[in-house]
Structures are given as structure tokens and as C-alpha cells.
């Protein structure tokens, strides 16, 4: 593949769809008047469960997936306007996020029909939650080097080692782990890699929190130590584990919160400056603003890849890379005007002040998460044919 050969379609969204973001929008305003959702003052995804259940009672979990397994057949882009302005909002939606981007697509692309009756459901109501289990101690972003073994076993496996990185396994009720079920083979390090949905109360599982510098414990490592797992929990075919997260990863890389995890920094900026902001800081908040709509195409754009049944891997590599960088530049940005316009100064301005604090010490996260970017641009660099 060549640039010439990467095609991007910008896509507008369609007019009926204002409705929706309106809908959503009102959903916001209600519940912050009820005092049940409280303005964000730390940025990133919020979990409450609550919340999250008040969302599912909307329909806005699980949109696109099919009704027979309690999905609404919603377009990909009905479901993107949901979530940007639940991001744009600050909503805390950390609860059903990765299972509704993810794991729940896992399940319906590669589970079987026993998994899907029992697990989306539950998820499109907000009653489980799931983990994702790829990275683990001593691997960093290695992710073909991870030694978490599944040992064939009467009805099932047996699986011991440790997963890391683990965001609110010690909140949620499941995993899907990516495990080693057979050797690597001497041409691909990739292969005897196989998913399994691992029950995180299920015997010999071990959950010890990660306290970030940001003060929150949102991540986690996880041991097994002869976890037995019944050959019904094996996601997809043995063995083809490497195929299914490469399909995943497109979700996980591709969305809006690769860009909007610092909006409401930005937001609160923007209101703090009132309506004549200087010239120095009308230009900082432009440049800023002309780079997030180049995102959103992006990533706008890679839904409606996702919504015809594409694999866009490259791309999504693509929209993370760039996305998560931008996150950073609003954050050093925002401290540089609310500095140059002596912001921090007023008493009146206390929800800028917590999230400006909360961001500067949460960013570095931000091009991690999800691949780093040395990881990202390797990619992006087999996609395009440069090594």
C-alpha cells in the first residue's frame, strides 16, 4: 500500500442524526439538574456503574448490534454521535465503555452462538462489564512475546501467569484474555495465540491495583494461578487469537475518545476566557480547534469503514497516533494560556483549575494507552510498504 492507495472518505453525518445529538444532549442536561451527574473535575473515563445503567435504559449500549441478542440495528454513526457528546460532556461512562466498544464485538464476530445469547444481553443492559487482557509485565508493547499460558486439560484449560495494565479489572466481572495455547512457531511468533473469557471471581485469580500518579487506581495487574476454564469460554477457534485482537485493536484505536479525553479542558478554557479573549489566546484555541475536526473526519471516517464490514487497521493506527498526540498538545497548550492570561488567579474558576491538574499529571498516559506510539508508526509503516 502507497499513500495515494489511502483512502479516507470524509463523511458527513446525516441530517436526521442532529435529533440524536440533541436527545443526548437534553439526557445530559437532565441529569446534572437531578444532581446525578456531577461536572467532571479530573479528565479521562469516569466509572459508574449507575451512570452507566441510565445510559443502557436509553438504548445507547450496544446500538449497532443485532436485536436478537438485545441491540437496537443502529448505524455506526448513530453510535458515534452518542458517544462524542457523552465524551464531549465529561460523562462517566468508564463502567460499559471497553465492554460496549470491544468486547462485545469480539463476542459477536468470533464467540459462538451459546456466548452471544449469554453474554450481549447483559452487556446491552449494563449488568457486566469486561477487561481487556493483552499486556503483561516484562513484555511492554511486545504483545507476541506474552508467556500467559491455557494447558489443555479434561473439558477445558488451565491458566496461569499475569496480565498487566488490566483498566478496572477490579471493577468489572470479566476478561478476555489472550493467552499461549500452543508453542510460537519458528516463522511466526504470532501463532498458539488464543482468546479466553476469563470470570475475574473464578478461582485463583488475583487482582492488586495500580495507584497512577494522578492519586486513582483505574489499572491493575492480574494473576492466574490454575485458573480452570471451561472449553465454552475459548473465544473464536484455538489458536487464532493473534487474527481476533488485530481485529479488535481497530476498535479500541479508531474512536472518539483517542481525541476527546482532554475536551472538557478545553471547554472549561474557552468559558473561562469569556467572550473577548485576547488575540494571542484566539489563536491557540483555533489551531487547536482546526486540529480536532481534522481528527473527527479521521475518525469519522473509520466508522463508516467499520459500519461496511472493513478491518481498518491502518487507518485506526493512524487516528490513535495523531488523536492522542493532539491530546497532549491541548493539554500543554491550555496551561500555557491559562498561565499568559493569569487565570490560575481567580477564585472563580475552580472546575479549569482541577482538570488543568488533573490532565498535566493523566496526559502521559495518553500515548500509551492502547499502543504506543513507536508501536503505532511501526504499523503504519508495514501498512504502507516502508518496511
Known amino acids: 500500500m502507497t499513500l495515494s492507495s489511502l483512502h479516507l472518505e470524509l463523511p458527513a453525518l446525516p441530517g436526521e442524526l442532529a435529533g440524536l445529538r440533541r436527545e443526548v444532549r437534553r439526557f445530559v442536561a437532565a441529569e446534572r439538574a437531578a444532581g446525578t451527574l456531577p ?21 445507547w449500549i450496544g446500538m449497532t448490534w443485532p436485536k436478537k441478542y438485545g441491540g437496537h440495528e443502529r448505524s455506526a454513526l448513530e453510535r458515534y454521535v452518542v458517544t462524542e457528546e457523552l465524551l464531549a460532556a465529561g460523562v462517566p461512562v468508564g463502567a460499559h465503555w471497553i465492554t460496549d466498544r470491544q468486547s462485545g464485538p469480539v463476542l459477536l464476530k468470533f464467540g459462538t452462538e451459546e456466548q452471544r445469547q449469554e453474554w450481549l444481553p447483559k452487556i446491552v443492559r449494563a449488568e457486566v462489564a469486561f477487561c481487556i487482557g493483552m499486556s503483561e509485565p516484562d513484555s511492554g508493547s511486545d504483545l507476541a512475546s506474552l ?19 488490566t483498566t478496572n479489572a477490579h471493577r468489572v466481572h470479566c476478561m478476555i484474555a489472550l493467552i499461549r495455547t500452543a508453542p510460537a512457531e519458528e516463522k511466526s511468533r504470532q501463532a498458539g495465540l488464543t482468546q479466553i473469557l476469563i470470570p475475574l471471581d473464578a478461582p485463583g485469580v488475583g487482582i492488586r491495583p495500580i495507584k497512577s500518579m494522578v492519586g486513582l487506581e483505574d489499572f491493575n495487574e492480574v494473576h492466574f494461578e490454575n485458573v480452570f476454564i471451561p472449553d ?9 487469537g493473534w487474527n481476533q485482537v488485530s481485529a479488535e485493536l481497530a476498535y479500541e484505536r479508531s474512536g472518539p475518545e483517542r481525541w476527546l479525553s482532554s475536551f472538557r479542558l478545553l471547554a472549561e478554557l474557552v468559558e473561562a476566557l469569556g467572550p473577548a479573549p485576547s488575540d494571542a489566546a484566539q489563536v491557540e484555541i483555533g489551531r487547536l480547534f482546526a486540529q480536532l475536526m481534522a481528527v473527527r473526519q479521521i475518525s469519522l471516517s473509520i466508522a463508516s469503514m467499520l459500519e461496511a464490514g472493513k478491518t481498518p487497521n491502518l487507518e485506526a493506527s493512524i487516528a490513535k ?67
Not at 479528565?43 to 443502557?56: E, H, N, W, Y
Not at 465454552?232 to 487464532?240: D, K, L, Q, S, T
Open 39 to 59: 461536572y467532571p473535575d479530573k479528565v479521562g473515563l469516569g466509572f459508574s456503574p449507575d451512570v452507566s445503567k441510565r445510559i443502557a435504559a436509553q438504548g
Open 147 to 165: 508467556r500467559t499460558s491455557g494447558t489443555k486439560v479434561e473439558g477445558g484449560w488451565r491458566v496461569n501467569g499475569s496480565k498487566l495494565w
Open 232 to 240: 465454552g469460554n475459548v473465544v473464536g477457534a484455538p489458536g487464532n
Open 321 to 387: 497516533d495523531i488523536g492522542t498526540r493532539l491530546e497532549q498538545e491541548i493539554v500543554r497548550t491550555v496551561r500555557n494560556v491559562v498561565q499568559q492570561e493569569g487565570l490560575l488567579a481567580s477564585a472563580d474558576l475552580p472546575a479549569l483549575r482541577a482538570l488543568l491538574a488533573s490532565a498535566q499529571r493523566y496526559s502521559p498516559a495518553f500515548t500509551i494507552r492502547g499502543g504506543t506510539g513507536e508501536i503505532l508508526r511501526g504499523v503504519i509503516a508495514r501498512g504502507l510498504g516502508l518496511r
